[in-house]
């Protein structure tokens, strides 16, 4: 194996330093590279800050760019800076569009859709479960089902209105949490749905879930 003329580090056979002795040589001689034809490529400089430039073909860095863009582009979204009248606007027309209820809907169910989201560990535990006791109910904890703006885990596919929540020790006992979820359990009452709420730390008792969900399945409406 052929050594680094440098610092000896082991290279391949058709180089004569390795990629960091060469870097620092060719910053001595004040080259970044080499054309296939053989022509040396002196250090490139952006022709604002100064900054070295990677690409040889540009002639500004990334940052100096966007501010020349945004002088002869002042519309553009890139260099846009709104009023407060104008930002005060659109805050309100988001609020009038979110608290329209279908809107909101659809809004978080394409959000939960974007983020991919699967099934965690405590909600495959409960999935399994369920196809054990009963296959009337799906996992939808990944936004295809939205009750008033709040997405559950699982939903009864059997005309009832039964739905399972399965909630997380550590999140759900923030203060903050604990507020939206009581308006969770309001909403879901609000729309006739009753509510089992199972938490992950009761999984260490699978006999004791197993029951729970037995007894809210077999729940009258």
Same mark, same amino acid.
């Not at 990629?19 to 053989?38: P, Q, R």
């Not at 089902?145 to 006992?173: A, L, R």
């Given at each position: 194996?052929?050594?680094?003329?440098?610092?000896? /580090?082991?290279?391949?056979?058709?180089?004569? =330093?390795?990629?960091?002795?060469? %870097?620092?040589? #060719? &910053?001595?001689?004040? #080259?970044?590279?080499?054309?296939?034809?053989?022509?040396?490529?002196? $250090?490139? +400089?952006?022709?604002?800050?100064?900054?070295?430039?990677?690409?040889? /073909?540009? &002639?500004?860095?990334?940052?100096?760019? !966007?501010?020349?863009?945004?002088?002869?582009?002042?519309?553009?979204? #890139?260099?846009?800076?709104?009023?407060?009248?104008? $930002?005060?606007?659109?805050?309100?027309?988001?609020? $009038?569009?979110?608290?329209?209820? !279908? &809107?909101?809907?659809?809004?978080?169910?394409?959000? @939960?859709? !974007?983020?991919?989201?699967?099934?965690?560990?405590?909600?495959?535990?409960?999935? /399994?479960?369920?196809?054990?006791?009963?296959?009337?109910?799906? +996992?939808?904890?990944?936004?295809?089902?939205?009750?008033?703006?709040?997405?559950?885990?699982? %939903?009864?596919?059997? !005309?009832? $209105?039964?739905?399972?929540?399965? +909630?997380?020790?550590?999140?759900?006992?923030?203060?903050?949490?604990?507020? @939206?979820?009581?308006? =969770?359990?309001?909403?879901? &009452?609000?729309?006739?749905?009753?509510?089992? %709420?199972?938490?992950?730390?009761?999984? /260490?008792?699978?006999?004791?879930?197993?029951?729970? #969900?037995?007894?809210?399945?077999?729940?009258?409406?």
């Amino acid at each position: 194996m052929k050594k680094c003329i440098d610092c000896k /580090k082991k290279i391949d056979y058709r180089a004569t =330093r390795c990629n960091s002795c060469n %870097i620092t040589y #060719l &910053n001595k001689k004040h #080259l970044i590279g080499i054309y296939k034809t053989g022509e040396t490529l002196k $250090k490139h +400089y952006c022709k604002d800050c100064h900054k070295i430039l990677k690409n040889y /073909k540009a &002639n500004r860095c990334q940052s100096c760019a !966007g501010k020349e863009r945004s002088k002869h582009f002042p519309n553009n979204m #890139l260099g846009k800076s709104h009023t407060t009248a104008t $930002k005060k606007k659109l805050s309100e027309i988001s609020k $009038k569009s979110w608290n329209e209820i !279908g &809107n909101r809907d659809k809004i978080i169910k394409a959000q @939960r859709k !974007g983020m991919q989201i699967y099934p965690n560990k405590p909600e495959i535990i409960i999935k /399994k479960l369920l196809i054990q006791i009963s296959k009337d109910y799906k +996992y939808v904890g990944d936004g295809s089902f939205i009750i008033d703006g709040f997405n559950p885990d699982f %939903i009864n596919t059997n !005309g009832q $209105k039964k739905v399972i929540e399965i +909630y997380g020790t550590y999140w759900h006992k923030r203060p903050e949490v604990i507020i @939206r979820d009581r308006r =969770r359990i309001k909403s879901y &009452n609000k729309y006739g749905y009753k509510t089992l %709420i199972l938490w992950e730390h009761e999984l /260490k008792n699978i006999n004791k879930v197993k029951n729970k #969900l037995t007894d809210f399945i077999k729940l009258e409406e």
